[in-house]
């Protein structure tokens, strides 16, 4: 049993259990408005320097030092123009960014479907000069939202894939299938020297190409078996796996 203490000392002990919660309450407060700070040790708000990411705002002044503008697609439905791939800040050696002697610099990655070719820029960001440029082929990055986009669009206009497709998804689903928008999708890039031994004659030019696999599931993740590759430089399927 707990000692009784007398009125007076209880009521200070009461007040004192009431009152701790709410100071400390108070402090995590002041805790969480304190400045943070960023990997290169700068605090939030100040300039991006050394190996701080790359703002919103360095990355549109990179496309904008690199990329023409926008032209109109070709008959297979890849851009006119080299698609960009992606923008990174440019991994300098940590000496130069000690010294004070590095500026920030940008790598541009961008694909050239009229060519297959990988353009690789690496641009100054302060000034938007091109600092090099080098082209590469048999070299893929991953897809964009864009280009998966293009890959989902050839799957469904193709009649007798699209045909297949539609019969599988009735026998798993019992509805019938009218859009890819009713499918779970998975895409990714994909190159004929992960499976040399499965691809067809049209399919072995992945990775020269640029080329696109696709897993297809229904809502409640059924994997329908019918996994499409797509010439994204053709603008066609090109190869069916696992087609019974």
Not at 25 to 44: E, I, K, N
Not at 78 to 91: I, T
Not at 158 to 187: C, F, H, M, N
Request: proline share 6%; aromatic share 4%; charged share 15%.
């Amino acid at each position: 049993m707990l000692p009784i203490l007398p009125k007076m000392k209880r009521g200070k002990t009461l007040v004192a259990l009431l009152v701790t919660p709410v100071l400390l309450c108070l402090l995590a407060l002041r805790y969480d408005v304190l400045p943070t700070f960023s990997s290169s040790l700068t605090m939030v708000g100040d300039g991006p320097t050394g190996y701080d990411p790359l703002t919103a705002q360095e990355v549109n002044g990179v496309l904008a030092a690199v990329q023409p503008a926008q032209g109109t697609t070709s008959v297979s439905g890849a851009p006119s123009q080299p698609e960009v791939l992606l923008v990174e800040r440019h991994d300098a050696k940590q000496a130069a960014h000690t010294q004070g002697s590095q500026p920030r610099q940008a790598d541009l990655y961008a694909y050239d479907y009229a060519t297959d070719t990988l353009i690789h820029t690496t641009v100054n960001v302060q000034s938007g000069a091109v600092v090099a440029t080098e082209a590469l082929q048999d070299v893929q990055l991953p897809l964009t939202a864009n280009e998966e986009q293009r890959a989902l669009g050839f799957i469904q206009s193709d009649g007798a894939l699209w045909s297949t497709l539609a019969e599988r998804y009735q026998q798993i689903t019992g509805t019938p299938l009218r859009a890819v928008t009713q499918l779970e999708k998975k895409v990714a890039v994909f190159q004929a020297d992960v499976m040399p031994d499965r691809v067809n004659a049209a399919a072995a030019h992945c990775g020269r190409h640029r080329c696109a696999q696709v897993l297809l599931f229904t809502t409640d993740k059924t994997l329908l078996e019918i996994m499409p590759i797509v010439d994204l430089s053709l603008g066609q399927v090109v190869q069916v796996l696992n087609q019974e």
